[in-house]
């Protein structure tokens, strides 16, 4: 009996392929195929939100109370100064400034043709920050921040309009709904193992996809807004302010289009300009009320 | 090409011993049968998906190993073991070994 | 933004550091191998029969060789769809070898020229979950023969 060992040949427990290729085409299938679902998804909820009624969104959101929620720090800044009659003059103000922005907001909505059954409640909040956002059950929030920087009311009305004009679209309903389905779509896909950066990396092109519907939705609002606009004051003049005031606030930080929620300031600031020009250019802009 | 995993071969005579051969597969699940194995959590019960994959993974092993004796002349692998174990989460190694050796 | 490209270059440097510390392995691996041609091994549990002046030791090698980025970022890709994943065979190929390589080098040191009965056994050390660096060890032990001097 003879005892000796022989060399065994290279590769045959390795492959020969090139791991970088390998990686592209696992990287590419994956991605487009993480894309094409989510926007079969976003397409579908978009479908599906007609069935749900907008009595169930205000079911939904009633029993929030939104000015609690968003001041409650504030309130107990004032408890600690016991200054009672200030705080009630304070609470007086609000409710003239909370009328008035309901009132605006009712007119709108009539100009705009909200579908029946449909109403905006507007909230009014008394802090610094510059923002203001339309959410389910027809409920717009406005910060005194962004307020404050606005020149006539003709800008707080574009403003108002393009929230109104989101809740007439429902959209709110449609990005809860989206939200939700491509949220659970990927984790069941890519939830299991150990694929943390794999996971975090498909959750991100998914994220990515959704956010071009984001913008698109914007665009309609925008461009709803302004035609609202033009039928309750007769011209949209005023309107670009807004976005103009957004950029200098914005300067030097803005994120690339395609990971931006909302189109770029400087589109949109055009869209309106290019708006203008087809309206005449001598009409008058409204001021603001002494409220503010 | 015999593959046994004893030494003494009822019958044959071995000529000539040859050295080891080794063969592995690294293969993983994929997220059908993940999510499957999944809901068997709760229930419990074989997980058959994983089951043919693994069966799979050791013929493949085996092939292996047997191509690595074909390729140095030899006909027979024997005392042939075999060992399972996870490198990374969701991925499992099968590994095949045993020595090859010229029966007549 | 900053997070792809940190992604990114991560996975560059996994990649190509990667790939010149596995050729650099290799070739060491294979110019060593012929260096140990004569220690002979084989997994049969017998001794040749005839040979009784010899001593025998228990001889082992082992070695853990970590994962490195790119590979990870593969097996994860790899574990939504199935299939063989080839990045960490050849990092098993090269462990089992070196493991192999280092118990001959024990038993020559010893005054060996054979060794029976070698078993191999692999071990994930931290699978790698969580941002954790994942490793693989690999030991390979068997029976070392050493002809007694008269």
């Known amino acids: 009996m003879e005892y000796e060992n022989r060399t065994v040949p290279e590769g045959i427990n390795v492959s020969k392929e090139n791991p970088l290729k390998d990686f592209f085409i696992l990287a590419f299938g994956l991605g487009a195929a993480v894309v094409t679902l989510v926007v079969v998804l976003s397409f579908l909820a978009g479908c599906l939100v007609q069935f749900v009624p907008f009595e169930t969104e205000v079911m939904l959101t009633e029993k929030f109370s939104f000015s609690e929620f968003m001041e409650s720090e504030m309130h107990e800044e004032k408890q600690n100064e016991q200054q009672k009659a200030q705080q009630l003059e304070e609470e007086k103000k609000q409710q003239k400034i909370t009328a008035y922005l309901q009132n605006l907001a009712n007119q709108l909505a009539t100009a705009q043709q909200l579908p029946e059954g449909m109403f905006i409640t507007t909230h009014y909040i008394d802090t610094d920050t510059v923002n203001a956002f339309a959410t389910l059950g027809g409920n717009i929030i406005i910060f005194r921040g962004l307020i404050e920087k606005l020149p006539n009311e003709n800008a707080l009305a574009m403003v108002m309009a393009h929230e109104i004009a989101h809740i007439k679209h429902r959209d709110p309903m449609v990005a809860a709904g989206r939200g939700l389905t491509v949220a659970l779509a990927l984790a069941s896909l890519t939830g299991f193992g150990d694929g943390q950066v794999a996971q975090q990396l498909l959750n991100n092109v998914g994220l990515i996809t959704t956010l071009s519907f984001n913008r698109n939705q914007e665009e309609k609002a925008d461009a709803e807004a302004l035609n609202t606009l033009l039928e309750y004051y007769g011209h949209a003049k005023g309107a670009e302010v807004l976005f103009e005031i957004l950029e200098n606030e914005q300067a030097g930080s803005t994120p690339p289009l395609f990971l931006s929620t909302h189109p770029l300031n400087e589109n949109r600031i055009n869209t309106i300009k290019h708006y203008h020009q087809q309206q005449s250019p001598q009409n008058e802009l409204t001021a603001l009320p002494e409220l503010f | 090409m015999l593959v046994s995993n004893i030494e003494i071969i009822p019958g044959k005579k071995i000529t000539k011993h040859l050295g080891m051969v080794q063969g592995n597969t690294v293969r993983t699940k994929h997220a059908g049968r993940d999510l499957m194995a999944g809901l068997k959590n709760i229930f419990g019960g074989e997980l058959v998906g994983y089951t043919e994959l693994l069966q799979e993974a050791r013929e493949e092993a085996t092939e292996r190993m047997v191509s690595q004796a074909e390729a140095i002349g030899a006909n027979a692998v024997i005392n042939v073991r075999y060992s399972t174990s996870s490198v990374t989460a969701g991925a499992a190694e099968l590994f095949a070994y045993g020595t090859a050796v010229i029966l007549d | ?150």
Do not use: C
């Open chain 3, 1 to 150: 933004m900053y997070d792809l490209i940190i992604f990114l270059t991560l996975m560059a440097l996994g990649y190509i550091f990667g790939r010149i510390a596995e050729a650099r392995h290799f070739k060491s691996i294979m110019d060593r191998e012929k260096q140990y041609q004569h220690i002979l091994t084989f997994s049969e549990r017998f001794p040749p029969s005839g040979v009784s002046r010899v001593n025998s030791e228990l001889v082992g090698g082992n070695v853990v060789i970590s994962v490195d980025y790119f590979k990870r970022i593969v097996a994860g890709l790899r574990g939504i769809v199935g299939g063989q994943l080839t990045s960490y065979e050849s990092l098993l190929e090269r462990a089992r070898r070196e493991a192999i390589l280092r118990m001959k080098e024990t038993a020559k040191n010893m005054g060996a020229n054979m060794v029976v009965n070698v078993k191999l056994e692999t071990a994930s050390i931290s699978k790698g979950k969580k941002q954790q660096v994942g490793s693989v060890e690999v030991y390979a032990y068997g029976t070392a023969l050493i002809p007694k001097t008269p």
